[in-house]
């Protein structure tokens, strides 16, 4: 294999829990004099079996393998009453192993139309649509992530957001294949320099399940984009380590925990030796769409690495299935904080009692909304997309409404690479004099004592203005 060697999307990932354990037990702080202590941490630094393919191209010199310690028994995974009937009726033949490896689930994905078609009753408009497909962001969905979706339903939201439809072969104006600008703030391939103190690091092209309106559509699922390749990976390392103002790590994709636990582990010891990187962060959908990849062995290496947060891409409350939970539950107990980032779909979670039970099911399971996103203008999601006022209706309708935890924060990431701007409905209801009158979750007014302040006073003036340009 040369540079180009990448993750086959094809080929068996290895099994989760062999050459882990013994990667988590040889630990030395490479890249710097034997002996010397890694800040902060002493154990992060960590050897990968000879045979692991990242290395091949990277000049690192790896001491030979040690011999595997036994690996810990596999987590009992559990199996909600919805998924079981699915189970029954098409995977009757799959013992509980293989169904509950993340593995066999990212191999056995649902590719095509004939796969589709085994499992669901495709629409017209669905089938044609996946036979007019071509090129990035093809269909894929793990048997997991398919037992939740409805056979006869093509509205159901789950099946919308993951089964294609001909709308999304449409091109609608101010539509483009990188709306935010990501390639114009890439540095090396692959890595994304936008904010002054953090970076946005794709790892990898790959997803188990490939969302229909998916912002980096141009690379995901692209066989030969973004591949794992230690020379890129190497590059991407590079600029991390001379930019000494970046404190924070995003690695996403793609979706990272598509990567073996030893890739991972190889990413996070050679992060984790920057000593201006403060924290990193993973973004994924795994816990969502492969809830058996948060393995016992997975979250023993992850904890190895803190401060580790991890972003989880939720959409629908019909998500929260006890297998998700269960794997969200893993996460939290090895300590890394969960945030959810959700993406805000027309027909799909475009309202409020949805996003409420979604919001506070994911309090339930110990996950922070994070972020609602207005859904970007990438080409061909057109049919996704809401009206911005219906993004702030919903933030109305939770504020005030239940915990504040549970509200996310609502924003717009600025077409063109502005950054993601928060918007807030409007509580500031004017001045008074001395006093700035404010809205409540109610709709009541109040006032709060601010003498000398001039915040609200020409709230007047913007609500003519806009009501002029209504107008026009
Ligand atoms: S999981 Fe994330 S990166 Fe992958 S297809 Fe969905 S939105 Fe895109």
């Known amino acids: 294999m040369n540079e180009h060697t990448s993750f086959d999307e094809n080929a068996e990932p290895p099994s989760p829990g062999t050459a882990v354990a013994d990667l988590l037990g040889e630990v030395r702080p490479s890249g710097r004099a034997a002996g010397t202590a890694v800040p902060g941490n002493s154990r992060l630094a960590v050897t990968l079996p000879e045979q692991t ?143 002054p103190d953090r970076v946005l690091f794709l790892v990898t092209g790959i ?34 380590e001379s930019h000494p103002e970046v404190r924070d790590v995003l690695l996403s994709g793609g979706d990272p925990l598509t990567l073996s636990d030893e890739k991972l582990a190889w ?20 816990p969502v769409v492969m809830p058996q990849r948060i393995t016992t062995n997975l979250v023993r290496m992850l904890r190895k690495y803190h401060p580790l ?29 969960l945030g959810s980032q959700t993406v805000l779909l027309k027909d799909i979670n475009d309202d409020v009692a949805v996003m409420k039970r979604l919001f506070q099911g994911l309090m339930k399971i110990r996950v922070k909304p994070y972020y609602l996103y207005q859904c970007d203008p990438v080409r061909g999601t057109a049919h996704f997309r809401t009206s911005v006022e219906k993004g702030l209706e ?11 935890y549970a509200v996310p924060t609502y924003v717009i990431d600025a077409p063109g690479g502005g950054g993601k701007i928060p918007l807030l409905p409007d509580y500031l209801a004017g001045r008074d004099g001395g006093d700035l009158l404010l809205r409540n979750f109610e709709g009541n007014l109040y006032r709060y004592p601010d003498p000398g302040g001039a915040v609200g006073s020409d709230v007047e003036d913007r609500e003519r203005d806009a009501a002029e340009a209504a107008l026009k």
């Not at 947060?309 to 996460?331: K, M, N, Q, V, Y």
């Open 53 to 195: 393919s990242i290395f091949e191209d990277s000049g690192i010199v790896l001491p030979a393998a040690r011999p595997a310690r036994a690996a810990s028994p596999a987590p009992r995974f559990v199996v909600g009453p919805q998924t079981r009937r699915f189970r029954k009726r098409f995977y009757a033949d799959v013992p509980d192993g293989q169904w509950n490896s993340w593995t066999w689930q990212l191999r056995n994905r649902i590719r095509d139309r004939e796969g589709l078609e085994r499992l669901i009753e495709l629409s017209m408009d669905e089938r044609r649509a996946i036979e007019l497909h071509s090129g990035s962001l093809p269909v894929s969905i793990t048997p997991y992530y398919a037992s939740l979706i409805d056979p006869v339903n093509p509205l159901q939201p789950l099946r919308r957001s993951v089964v294609m439809v001909s709308d999304e072969h449409v091109t609608s104006p101010d539509e483009s294949i990188d709306p935010l600008a990501e390639d114009e703030d890439s540095p090396v391939p692959g890595l994304v320099h936008r904010y």
């Open 207 to 240: 997803c188990a399940v490939y969302c229909r309106y998916c912002t980096r559509s141009r690379h995901v699922g692209v066989p030969g984009d973004l591949q794992c390749t230690t020379s890129r990976w190497n590059q991407a390392l590079s600029y991390i």
């Open 267 to 286: 990413l996070l010891s050679r992060l984790r030796r920057i000593p201006h990187v403060e924290i990193v962060r993973i973004g994924t959908k795994a």
């Open 309 to 337: 947060w991890i972003s989880i891409h939720f959409t629908h409350p019909d998500e929260l299935t006890p297998e998700a939970a269960a794997a969200c539950g893993r996460l939290a107990d090895a300590g890394i904080p």
């Open 394 to 404: 919903i933030i109305r309708g939770l504020r005030g409404h239940t915990s504040g």
